[in-house]
């Protein structure tokens, strides 16, 4: 563990949140300008959230975050958390961070100019390393664990497309067994794969999507919304067959069921964030026979809907289980009661009058709106931040809870 940040430090740090609060995204993206002239460093990241702008955004958000809380590092643990989780699928090392420190500060060099003092540099120098190593520190504890783990691999391990399965007009079931024939290390349901895809003309990009299957110890399976900008959606859906091979690294992330839920469980989704709580239903329906679940999904109509005829086998079979389909936009052949539950939009007024709303703990995955709108509204109807959990896609620079 890093030694303490010095007074001197701090202060220097937090006196420069005003300059991080006006040009932080330009301070970032400067930053990945100078990364980005090195390669093997180029070549770790996902380079869709670059050219979206979401990434510059969220790294510009979590830096003045750190800033503004580097008194008190307890308020950015979670992020800390996230981004080891991001690092260890996305395979960065130790050896990689000196390369994001030489940016990050030749960026603040060279966007503030003159106002970055040799102080003011030193500071964040000493930030930054003191940052790094408790990421360092945390991102090797998770690698021991998953080293450790039955089935468990370091870096990119080869995939067989098992299976390819159309679950709805735009989602695409993908069942994933290890090429060497092993056995792989049990997830826990809501985590993610990372993927390593050569696109044409994009050698090496990475991608991350959702487990969609309960942890079995033998395969995995990701079920992916097919994006018409999106390459490789497009590359999976449109190009991978049974039998191709795809490389991924371990399970990785923050937003999982937990492994003894102490309460009824609420899975909440939109669209095709139904994939995390696909795989955390399957795992209640095989470990969790007492425990009361309710699956509410909102999907916009049934050419679109996925995995429904499943979700409703598990429900059946474990028989503590609800499920409800909101369509939003139903076509002229759907009909609440037959290929859905409600017409309109999942509420909280409606979670409130059919869950356990007071009981329960909240799992949440869909667009970063549906995010904003049922985290922030939980909590306005007293749900404590404990017990709401949430999985953005991807990086976000937006406040989800308010």
């Not at 950015?76 to 991001?86: D, G, H, N």
């Not at 260890?88 to 106002?115: D, M």
Request: aromatic share 8%; net charge negative; charged share 20%.
């Amino acid at each position: 563990m890093a030694a303490a940040l010095s007074a001197e430090t701090i202060a220097r740090v937090k006196a420069t949140v005003p300059a991080l609060a006006e040009h932080g995204e330009a301070i970032t993206l400067a930053m990945y300008a100078r990364l980005f002239q090195d390669a093997h460093i180029k070549a770790l990241f996902n380079h869709a959230n670059q050219s979206s702008g979401a990434q510059p955004k969220a790294l510009a958000g979590a830096v003045l975050a750190y800033a503004q809380n580097i008194d008190n590092l307890g308020v950015v643990l979670p992020v800390v958390e996230r981004i080891a989780q991001k690092h260890v699928g996305y395979h960065i090392l130790a050896e990689h961070y000196p390369f994001v420190a030489e940016a990050l500060l030749g960026a603040i060099k060279a966007v503030l100019g003159e106002a970055a003092t040799d102080e003011i540099l030193a500071a964040w120098g000493e930030a930054y390393w003191f940052l790094a190593d408790i990421l360092i520190d945390r991102e090797a504890a998770i690698r021991a664990g998953i080293e450790a783990a039955d089935g468990g691999w370091t870096g990119w391990r080869d995939f067989v497309v098992a299976e390819k399965v159309r679950e709805s007009a735009v989602i695409t079931s993908f069942v994933l067994r290890p090429r060497d024939g092993g056995r792989v290390i049990t997830h826990k349901p809501g985590q993610y794969l990372t993927f390593r895809f050569d696109l044409p003309g994009a050698p090496g990009e990475k991608r991350n999507y959702s487990i969609s299957a309960g942890p079995n110890g033998e395969s995995y399976r990701i079920s992916v919304k097919r994006e018409d900008l999106g390459a490789a959606s497009r590359f999976l859906h449109d190009q991978i067959q049974v039998g191709d091979v795809l490389s991924a690294t371990p399970p990785a992330g923050d937003f999982f069921l937990a492994d003894q839920p102490a309460r009824p469980v609420v899975l909440l989704s939109g669209g095709v964030g139904l994939t995390p709580m696909v795989s955390m239903l399957e795992h209640i329906a095989q470990a969790h026979p007492e425990l009361e679940a309710h699956f509410v999904h909102g999907a916009l109509n049934s050419d679109v809907h996925a995995l429904d005829g499943h979700v409703r086998t598990l429900a059946k079979d474990h028989g503590g289980v609800t499920v409800t389909t909101f369509y939003s936009a139903p076509l002229a052949g759907d009909q609440a009661g037959r290929t859905h539950d409600v017409d309109g939009f999942i509420s909280i007024d409606w979670l409130k009058a059919n869950t356990p709303f007071a009981q329960a703990d909240f799992y949440l995955c869909g667009p970063t709106p549906f995010l904003k709108v049922f985290v922030q509204g939980l909590a306005a109807a007293g749900v404590p931040a404990d017990r709401i959990h949430y999985e953005v896609f991807g990086p976000t620079a937006e406040a989800i809870a308010a």
